[in-house]
């Protein structure tokens, strides 16, 4: 025992000098923590004044710092991860979730799969009805906006959802209502998630990945040639065509197959996970004609630039309709420039507004309501509106907005409405 103890404390002092010596010296090229965080400003005696130190916000400010330098850290992160995950199955990747089988997901697409997100009947037929309202006014300038629904994970691999989200009992989802109202509606969609559902069980590879998030890079084609078509056939224009050969089959996980993977910052890779990797290859013999507006979310990453600028003679990306691509990750990011949006929307021969699953609580990032207002300029939308957005589009305030209407077992809805007055009246009083 005795033993023991000696070897653990000299294993401990080991470590701590090893983290020293790399500290100073940067002898191992220590692995890069993916993810999203906020990495502090190296520790600095510069910011010692007597009054920082008597009130020990130096002691604090730079022991905070000194934390994110420590030699080492890196390696004993993914180590301290692979260890939790080798042995226990747990993950330290906030927002995501380990599933049978090694699945990877995003938690939210479980919550909007299993309907814990669904924002209500009134809400969804609002948000339908004035972008009904928005695609006949753009038709009468000859411009088609055509709506997308894009697959979710969660609802392509239900069968590998941990059986503690219960997603055997679905409730009224955000996904089926909107498809059941917008084919009643009479707006152009296409139901993208519908597609790979028929093609899942014949596809020679998969079309969601085991650690992506996003359709896999071999589904891409498949989305983009229905996309393509659905786009001919509301223009009345050719796009150009592509083909997928050679495919290259891998079971190394590349690019977004693996973009859950890489943030759980293990120190070996994942196990092998079945994937095909197509080449696409453009036929110049038809030429680009289009100008197009994409109004989407990440999973359009996957096509602007390897088929959007091939297929369209001009093509803006307004990324979650807030920010402009390809900067939209800039800090600060340049945000798109809504003044008069009517005039904007009419420069373009084609609107595509593409959500996915994961997304569908957002209701399209108020694209709906601006989109609308900009065509009726006399109506005065009601500012509480205008709040109820802001917390569904704000993803840590409607997960708790979720909690609090599941605590209380009521309406999601209701409670975001009355929350959304209570923050305006509060917002109005300290004016």
Same mark, same amino acid.
């Given at each position: ?7 653990l ?17 940067g ?13 502090n ?29 420590? +030699? ?7 180590v ?14 906030? +927002? ?12 939210d ?76 509606? +009479? ?10 559902l ?13 650690? +992506?998030?996003h ?15 659905a ?44 994937g ?46 807030k ?15 809504k003044?008069?949006?009517?005039e ?8 595509l ?51 609090k209407?599941?605590?209380q ?13 209570y ?9």
């Amino acid at each position: 025992m005795r033993i023991a103890k000696v070897s653990l404390l000299l294993l401990m002092l080991l470590t701590l000098a090893a983290s020293a010596l790399q500290s100073v010296l940067g002898l191992l090229k220590e692995p890069d923590l993916k993810g999203y965080f906020h990495k502090n400003a190296p520790p600095s005696l510069n910011s010692f004044t007597r009054e920082g130190w008597l009130n020990s916000t130096f002691q604090h400010d730079y022991s905070t710092n000194l934390t994110d330098y420590v +030699g080492l850290r890196n390696l004993l992160i993914s180590v301290s991860n692979q260890v939790d995950y080798s042995l226990f199955g747990i993950i330290h990747a906030a +927002g995501f979730i380990l599933g049978k089988e090694g699945y990877l997901f995003e938690e939210d697409y479980i919550h909007e799969y299993t309907g814990e997100f669904f924002i209500g009947k009134p809400v969804i037929d609002e948000k339908l009805a004035r972008l009904k309202n928005v695609t006949d006014s753009l038709k009468a300038y000859g411009i088609p906006l055509l709506l997308v629904f894009e697959p979710g994970k969660a609802s392509f691999y239900p069968e590998f959802i941990p059986d503690r989200f219960h997603p055997e009992k679905r409730t009224q989802t955000n996904y089926d209502y909107m498809v059941k109202r917008s084919q009643e509606s +009479g707006l152009n969609l296409l139901d993208l998630n519908s597609y790979f559902l028929q093609l899942k069980e014949t596809s020679h590879y998969p079309l969601f990945p085991k650690y +992506g998030m996003h359709w896999s890079l071999y589904g891409v084609p498949f989305a983009v040639d229905t996309l393509a078509k659905a786009i001919e056939e509301a223009t009345g224009t050719l796009l150009p065509k592509f083909t997928t050969d050679p495919l290259i089959a891998s079971t190394t996980p590349r690019g977004t197959d693996n973009d859950i993977g890489e943030l759980l910052n293990l120190l070996c890779p994942l196990k092998p996970a079945p994937g095909a990797y197509p080449t696409i290859t453009f036929d110049p013999s038809v030429p680009r004609s289009l100008s197009a507006l994409v109004i989407a979310d990440s999973y359009y990453i996957n096509i602007v630039e390897t088929y959007g600028r091939k297929l369209f003679q001009s093509q803006d990306y307004w990324y979650y309709n807030k920010k402009i691509y390809p900067s939209q990750n800039q800090d600060p990011p340049p945000y798109v420039d809504k003044t008069n949006l009517r005039e904007k929307l009419k420069k373009y021969q084609i609107i595509l507004l593409m959500s996915s699953e994961i997304n569908l609580h957002c209701g399209f990032w108020n694209f709906a309501d601006e989109a609308f207002m900009a065509f009726h300029p006399e109506i005065q939308d009601s500012p509480v509106n205008g709040v109820e957005n802001d917390i569904r589009n704000d993803r840590d305030w409607f997960r708790f907005m979720v909690k609090k209407a599941q605590a209380q077992n009521r309406p999601l809805n209701e409670l975001i409405r009355e929350d959304a007055i209570y923050s305006y009246g509060q917002s109005k009083k300290n004016q």
